[in-house]
């Protein structure tokens, strides 16, 4: 066992931990903003993990850049995706209070 493939193994478990913690996060937290940034930020950061640590383990395999394509992929989709599932919560209103300033709202009320 040399010692790529203990940085290798490293990469995977951490990864996989982040992931895991993230799927906990989807099922324990209660509205839907807090949701949305346990799927985003750790589970892209668990995939980016996994896939370093695959890339290192394939060293010079053509799938390798198949491996770079899924994280740029993945990092370039997932603001996008929070961002309109936030963007949903708001006009549904599904978010159960836990914005403390709404820097949304048009103030009408505040105005008139």
Do not use: C, W
Not at 15 to 24: E, M
Request: glycine letters at 12%; aromatic letters at 4%.
């Amino acid at each position: 066992m040399t010692p790529l493939d203990v940085v290798s193994g490293a990469l995977v478990l951490s990864g996989s931990v982040l992931a895991l913690t993230a799927a906990i996060g989807v099922v324990r937290f209660g509205d839907t903003l807090s949701r949305m940034h346990s799927a985003t930020k750790p589970q892209v950061l668990g995939l980016l993990l996994v896939l370093a640590g695959a890339a290192i383990r394939l060293r010079g395999n053509y799938d390798v850049g198949m491996l770079v394509l899924t994280g740029a992929f993945t990092v370039i989709t997932a603001p996008v995706v929070a961002h309109r599932v936030g963007q949903l919560a708001y006009r549904e209103q599904n978010i159960r209070g836990s914005l403390t300033v709404d820097e949304m709202d048009s103030g009408d009320d505040e105005n008139g």
